[in-house]
């Protein structure tokens, strides 16, 4: 079984499989078969990958865990200091790894389908074959999003992108299987989670979303960071958010 969280940590530290056996000093087919085959590395050597990757040797193979007394493993698998450094491979791959559930909350979420052409289509095979989504988005015409766009110093640029973005998700609007909602809330963190992982985009008041950090969460049991944000979605999605065409009785 290929070893899905090794292959999108890889990519997320733009390792090749060759540079990372290089770094760790291992022949380059053993990482393809840790990656492939889903291979377990011997625990020493597993802890110096995890290492270099920083992120939890635990997070990468499980079956390394070790009991803990009195504490958990990190939730935090990586921290990026602006949204520009994350890779187009780490967003391709939590979409396409997303097994029940997606939730996208931003205001514009323009820079996926920009960056990341394929993504719609992704998500709406994804939808096709049973994985929950649901879609979040600025509504344009609000007071809440020319607020942003004067915090952000982009001024009108801010609904601008949203009308833009609405028009890369539109063909999702229409999906049954889809939920699409707009919201006028003053958005702290944008929210993108599939399944157990989260990627959290900050906000940071003059600062422009793609220079603000991105926090990688993955969801552990007993801890409360990654459902902290799954509550922020939830209250949002439950109070604050109405369908794309009632537009007009929110303005």
Request: glycine share 4%; aromatic share 10%; net charge negative.
């Amino acid at each position: 079984m290929r070893n899905d969280r090794l292959r999108s940590t890889l990519r997320a530290n733009a390792y090749t499989d060759e540079v990372f056996a290089d770094e760790l000093d291992v022949d380059r087919k053993t990482v393809q078969r840790w990656v492939a085959q889903g291979r377990t590395p011997h625990r020493n050597t597993a802890q110096r990958a995890a290492n270099i990757l920083n992120v939890p040797v635990d997070w990468i193979w499980p079956e390394l865990a070790q009991p803990q007394s009195g504490t958990n493993p990190s939730e935090v698998v990586a921290l990026y200091p602006h949204r520009s450094e994350t890779s187009k491979h780490l967003w391709l791959d939590l979409l396409v790894g997303a097994q029940q559930q997606i939730d996208l909350f931003a205001n514009a979420s323009l820079f996926l389908p920009e960056e990341n052409p394929e993504a719609i289509d992704i998500i709406k095979h994804k939808s096709a074959n049973g994985v929950m989504i649901r879609i979040l988005m600025g509504d344009p015409d609000s007071p809440a999003m020319e607020l942003r766009g004067r915090e952000e110093r982009l001024f009108s640029a801010i609904p601008a992108r949203i009308r833009m973005a609405l028009a890369y998700y539109r063909p999702l609007s229409d999906v049954p299987s889809i939920e699409f909602r707009l919201h006028q809330t003053a958005l702290y963190n944008s929210i993108f989670r599939f399944d157990n992982q989260m990627l959290v985009n900050q906000h940071i008041y003059g600062t422009y979303g793609y220079l603000a950090p991105i926090l990688h969460l993955r969801r552990i049991e007993g801890c409360s960071f990654f459902d902290t944000y799954v509550r922020s979605f939830e209250l949002v999605w439950q109070e604050e958010s109405y369908p794309v065409n009632d537009r007009d009785g929110h303005s």
